[in-house]
């Protein structure tokens, strides 16, 4: 229906333009939104406001004089101007049943459009160190990032979805050096491990692999590894200066070439498990994006180059700088260091010059709200590229945090005490897992409740939904078990019957779908959906509760169990956008 009066506006337009009353050249995007209260009608539009200050003249009489031009259409019945320049539509009642017919001819398809034009849109999320498990914080970023690429998709752009895989840098560094301790352990030698090292179990395993494939091909005595080493913290020393010492330690008596045996032993076990986890999670990728390639394939230097071309690098203090300051940046920063090491903002700088160069429409970037900081440098460094940083949009998500009763449950990768995604997942469900991480706005704090996520009550509310799907499959059920017909085709004829209350309600909620997809898409806003699903639900429960489907009066109960099945359809094609399930028992 919108689509109708958007077109009827535009018709009206341009016969004011064409007429010489209105003279503008470009036409602002006419935005229709539903009336809230249905005394103003269905739907009201702001067009003439807008239009008025390039049209010069008074938003009200400009209202009159679109109103006047609007050409009749049988859908609507009345027009209404309302307040400094509203323009109010009231829709024809009957129009309301068309709804139901296009849900069960669409069917999957129901609610998917084409805003998005094809459009090439890269969604990078997720993007953890593999250093570790995906933990519960995690979740919150995939389960976002998942949805937000399925609705733009939905709404026809061509999306493309990937993950940044930080493996190179100092990181990765320790967990090989944490990785060779533990097998040094495993071959027989007594140590204290750093402080600073990652203490997981998974840690331990990965060491105890690579012990079982090779003996002790990679064996050095304890005595060697911390000869003049400097003190760790405990002893009093600094534990940065430790591990670096570890590492260096590691290099030189392994060898660069077995140490890099043990660096991909223990990455591409870690990186496995996280592709694991994310596709039990509902979550795959086109693409795994390395930013050892970056380095290898001279990315990174390719990238800096053309800054040093543009002018924004210099050298100071034996370091190279990125001169971010001129271009929004709260201070510059360091490309390359006095060790001559590129820093993890060289490759930053690096990836999203080679997004650029893959020629994408739309980059979104889906980070850790503690990354807030880092958006001006990027944009500053797109900006210095040459780049329209106007094609970035990050998107910020906090990390949910789990409580068991009252007490915090620890995040931390590095001390290896935190809950997994995995074990989260395995405790209360992937859909309600999802369900609860996409409830609310992204950037808002979340505390994961477990046992409401786990509990089967209304008060659960991926339950809520999933119940309604549920429910109309078990009316269907007691449909067959009685010997009716499925008589839908004939009860398109009979929808008008539905007149109650209950029925007009989801009537109007139904029509909704399609413009809730769309928004929740283009405002990177899964959690509309989700609402909308809610109630939608809350919608059918309350007519379940207040009237029976199954009637004898055949008419009205093939018009009820049209709608119903619509409804079961949008169910369906909501919770399909979030990955969820639709059981047909609960």
């Known amino acids: 229906m919108k689509q109708t009066i958007e077109a009827l506006i535009l018709q009206a337009v341009e016969t004011l333009k064409t007429s010489g009353v209105l003279d503008i050249n470009t036409l602002p995007s006419v935005t229709i939104e539903r009336c809230r209260d249905a005394q103003h009608g269905d739907f009201a539009t702001n067009l003439a ?4 200050k390039p049209a010069k003249t008074n938003p009200r009489q400009l209202a009159e004089k679109i109103l006047a ?13 309302a307040g400094p320049g509203f323009i109010n539509f009231f829709i024809n009642p009957n129009r309301q049943y068309a709804i139901i017919p296009t849900i069960h001819e669409l069917g999957r398809d129901f609610g998917l459009s084409t805003v998005g034009e094809g459009k090439k849109v890269q969604v990078e999320f997720v993007s953890a160190n593999p250093t570790g498990p995906l933990h519960v914080g995690h979740g919150r970023g995939a389960a976002y990032g998942s949805v937000v690429a399925d609705l733009l ?3 026809g752009f061509e999306v ?5 895989v930080n493996d190179a840098g100092r990181q990765m560094d320790i967990l090989a050096t944490s990785i060779w301790l533990r097998y040094l352990e495993e071959c027989g030698e007594v140590l204290v491990f750093p402080s600073n090292g990652y203490r997981g179990d998974y840690v331990r395993e990965i060491a105890w692999k690579i012990h079982k494939a090779s003996a002790n091909q990679y064996h050095q005595p304890i005595a060697a590894v911390l000869e003049n080493i400097p003190a760790d913290e405990p002893q009093g020393g600094d534990k940065d200066v430790y591990i670096d010492a570890l590492i260096e330690r590691a290099k030189t008596l392994l060898g660069l070439e077995n140490y890099r045996e043990v660096f991909q032993v223990g990455l591409q076990d870690i990186l496995q498990d996280i592709k694991v986890d994310l596709s039990e999670f509902g979550v795959d990728y086109q693409h795994w994006f390395s930013e050892q390639q970056l380095m290898d394939d001279g990315s990174v230097e390719k990238a800096l180059n053309r800054l040093r071309e543009t002018d924004y690098l210099y050298e100071q203090d034996g370091a190279t700088w990125f001169a971010s300051s001129r271009l929004g940046d709260e201070k510059d920063r360091v490309v390359v260091r006095e060790n001559g090491q590129y820093t993890y903002f060289a490759s930053d700088i690096a990836y999203h010059h080679h997004k650029l160069e893959r020629g994408f429409d739309q980059i979104i970037d889906i980070w850790g709200a503690d990354h807030h900081g ?19 949009t990050v998107l910020l998500v906090q990390f949910a945090i789990l409580y068991r009763g009252e007490e915090k449950v620890s995040m931390s990768t590095r001390s290896g005490d935190f809950v997994t995604l995995r074990q989260l997942r395995n405790e209360v469900g992937k859909d309600a897992a999802r369900f609860f991480y996409a409830m609310r706005r992204s950037e808002q704090h979340m505390d994961f409740d477990l046992k409401l996520a786990t509990s089967k009550t209304n008060e659960n509310p991926v339950f809520y939904v999933q119940y309604a799907h549920a429910r109309v499959c078990s009316v269907l059920r007691q449909l067959d078990e009685k010997g009716w017909q499925r008589n839908l085709p004939l009860g398109m004829d009979n929808l008008t019957l539905l007149s109650t209350e209950h029925e007009t309600a989801l009537l109007g909620t139904l029509a909704r779908y399609p413009e809730v997809v769309e928004k929740a ?9 989700i609402l909308y699903l809610r109630d939608l639900a809350h919608e059918f429960h309350t007519y379940y509760n207040a009237h029976q489907f ?13 709608l119903v099945c619509a409804v079961k359809q949008v169910l369906a094609n909501g919770l399909g956008l979030l990955a969820i399930n639709t059981p047909e028992t609960m």
Do not use: C, W
């Open 521 to 529: 898409a283009l405002q990177y806003e899964p959690h509309q959906l």
């Open 374 to 392: 880092y958006i001006p440098r990027v944009r500053a460094a797109m900006r210095a590229l040459g780049a329209d940083d106007s094609k970035l």
């Open 550 to 562: 199954l009637v004898d009066d055949a008419p009205l109960r093939d018009a009820r169990l049209n």
């Open 69 to 81: 031009a609007l050409p009749a259409h049988e859908a609507v019945t009345k027009v209404e101007i």
């Open 153 to 155: 998709q939905a709404v």
């Open 49 to 52: 406001l807008l239009l008025a």
């Open 160 to 164: 493309h979805r990937e993950y940044y």
